[in-house]
């Protein structure tokens, strides 16, 4: 499930009149503040590539119908509610109907993470074929665990619980070690899991950061294609004002999925993301994607420059960002786990992508994460295509590692 979303009170008052076909439902409406503001703002106006944007939803025409008709939102399932408010206080969960799933596309998914994996999978399957359960085959899995990136923390936990687990339910089979180590897996990954929640603000505002050259921008361009399927508008800031070509890399994305990008030739990130706030609030977008300048956690000026960006964002909206997305490479071992503890310090992380799972990735830093910085993982990635990108499931993940 990659979604969820604010499901509106059964007992709410409805705020639209039923869609009527007349005169007056034809008449141009007065622009807000909002939009009057960045309807002349020619900032904004250059900024907004005309053949990338994206028109507000249109009304679906309504036939003929008795008096009694309902509303013309319901049985829709984007989201008409913002966060704050008595109604919000009482809105329940909805989880989104996803798309219809295609058999033979998660068979090629999950063979892909299962090669992206292969390494440590044949490390770790191959100590219990014909194994006595002994200090040899703990030994021997603790030098796995360890190639996997799964680090001293989690290696150890991983090892006491393990031997446990086998004094106490006498085991006596090595493929009884392996599913105990299977479960005790999953049980360690599982609070990574969880859903991105939509509808809760409008728009919802994202920022996503990361070193250089782990897939930022492109994991954006995948989510905006994954929010529309779940019929959310988006748009996109090119917040990457350093790196060269980010700002047209961005805009190739946008053209593909046909999403507004608010760019500027040069200037400051946190301009950039301030208008494109202003700009989807003004177009009722639903979400807003913001890109970051790639920076390691060692450059702290730069780190500061991220800070920045999430003050300014929150002076254009006083809840935003409402999700801080760090996106980390899965072959950079432990080094992505000081990544995820330096953003977070700064940031404050709401969630994390792990992208490049189809390389020579280990797999075993999703432990580590699990053990001293449980942030939730969203996504991971093991391709360059849309449908590479998926929600993490800590039982798909274990059973790709153990193989």
């Given at each position: 499930?990659?979604?969820?979303?604010?499901?509106?009170p059964?007992d709410?008052?409805?705020?639209?009149p039923p869609?009527?076909?007349?005169?007056?439902?034809?008449?141009?409406?007065?622009?807000?503040a909002?939009?009057?503001?960045?309807?002349?703002?020619?900032a904004?106006?250059a900024?907004?590539?005309?053949?990338a944007d994206?028109?507000?939803?249109?009304?679906?025409?309504?036939?003929?119908a008795?008096?009694?008709?309902?509303?013309?939102?319901?049985?829709?399932?984007?989201?008409?509610w913002s966060?704050?408010?008595?109604?919000?206080?009482?809105a329940?969960?909805?989880?989104?109907?996803p798309?219809?799933?295609?058999?033979v596309a998660k068979?090629?998914?999950?063979?892909?993470?299962?090669?992206?994996?292969?390494?440590?999978?044949?490390?770790?399957?191959?100590?219990?074929?014909?194994?006595?359960?002994?200090?040899d085959?703990y030994?021997?899995?603790?030098?796995?665990?360890?190639?996997?990136?799964?680090?001293?923390?989690?290696?150890?936990?991983?090892?006491?619980?393990?031997?446990?687990?086998?004094?106490?339910?006498?085991?006596?089979?090595?493929?009884?070690?392996k599913?105990?180590?299977r479960?005790?897996?999953?049980?360690?990954?599982?609070?990574?899991?969880?859903?991105?929640?939509?509808?809760?603000a409008?728009?919802?505002?994202?920022?996503?950061?990361?070193?250089?050259?782990?897939?930022?921008?492109t994991s954006?361009?995948k989510?905006?294609?994954?929010?529309?399927?779940?019929?959310?508008?988006v748009?996109l800031?090119?917040?990457d004002t350093?790196?060269a070509a980010?700002?047209?890399?961005?805009?190739?994305?946008?053209?593909?999925?046909?999403?507004t990008?608010?760019?500027?030739?040069?200037?400051?990130?946190a301009?950039?993301?301030?208008?494109?706030?202003?700009?989807?609030?003004?177009?009722?977008?639903?979400?807003?994607?913001a890109?970051?300048?790639?920076?390691?956690p060692?450059?702290?000026?730069?780190m500061e420059?991220?800070?920045?960006?999430?003050?300014?964002?929150?002076k254009?909206m006083?809840?935003?960002?409402?999700?801080?997305?760090?996106?980390?490479d899965?072959?950079?071992?432990?080094?992505?786990?000081?990544q995820?503890?330096a953003?977070?310090?700064?940031?404050?992380?709401?969630?994390?992508?792990?992208?490049?799972?189809?390389?020579?990735?280990?797999?075993?830093?999703?432990?580590?994460?699990?053990?001293?910085?449980?942030?939730?993982?969203?996504?991971?990635?093991?391709?360059?295509k849309?449908?590479?990108?998926?929600?993490?499931?800590?039982?798909?993940?274990?059973?790709?590692?153990?193989?």
């Amino acid at each position: 499930m990659f979604f969820k979303k604010f499901k509106k009170p059964a007992d709410a008052p409805q705020e639209d009149p039923p869609f009527v076909e007349d005169e007056a439902a034809e008449a141009e409406p007065e622009a807000t503040a909002d939009e009057a503001e960045f309807e002349h703002e020619p900032a904004i106006d250059a900024a907004i590539s005309p053949e990338a944007d994206v028109p507000i939803k249109d009304i679906p025409e309504t036939p003929e119908a008795p008096a009694e008709a309902k509303p013309y939102w319901q049985g829709r399932t984007e989201s008409r509610w913002s966060r704050g408010g008595p109604e919000t206080d009482q809105a329940s969960e909805e989880i989104l109907p996803p798309p219809e799933p295609d058999p033979v596309a998660k068979r090629s998914w999950m063979s892909r993470l299962r090669q992206g994996l292969s390494k440590t999978s044949n490390n770790l399957t191959g100590i219990f074929v014909s194994a006595k359960i002994d200090e040899d085959l703990y030994e021997e899995l603790e030098t796995a665990l360890l190639m996997s990136d799964a680090g001293v923390d989690a290696t150890e936990f991983l090892l006491e619980s393990l031997r446990e687990k086998v004094r106490a339910e006498r085991f006596t089979e090595a493929t009884q070690v392996k599913a105990a180590l299977r479960e005790l897996l999953v049980d360690l990954m599982r609070p990574l899991e969880k859903t991105l929640m939509l509808g809760r603000a409008q728009p919802l505002v994202m920022v996503i950061a990361g070193v250089n050259g782990v897939g930022k921008t492109t994991s954006i361009g995948k989510l905006a294609k994954h929010l529309q399927h779940f019929n959310q508008s988006v748009l996109l800031a090119a917040g990457d004002t350093f790196r060269a070509a980010a700002r047209e890399q961005l805009v190739v994305w946008g053209e593909r999925n046909n999403v507004t990008v608010i760019a500027q030739e040069s200037g400051d990130a946190a301009a950039v993301i301030y208008d494109a706030v202003g700009a989807a609030r003004a177009r009722k977008i639903d979400v807003m994607m913001a890109d970051t300048a790639g920076r390691l956690p060692t450059q702290l000026h730069l780190m500061e420059e991220l800070r920045k960006v999430r003050r300014v964002i929150a002076k254009a909206m006083p809840d935003a960002p409402h999700e801080v997305l760090l996106v980390i490479d899965g072959n950079t071992g432990q080094n992505a786990l000081a990544q995820v503890k330096a953003f977070d310090d700064a940031l404050g992380l709401t969630g994390l992508i792990i992208t490049k799972l189809d390389g020579t990735a280990k797999g075993g830093i999703i432990a580590a994460i699990a053990r001293q910085r449980p942030i939730p993982v969203y996504f991971i990635g093991v391709g360059e295509k849309v449908e590479d990108l998926q929600s993490f499931s800590a039982e798909e993940f274990v059973d790709a590692l153990l193989g």
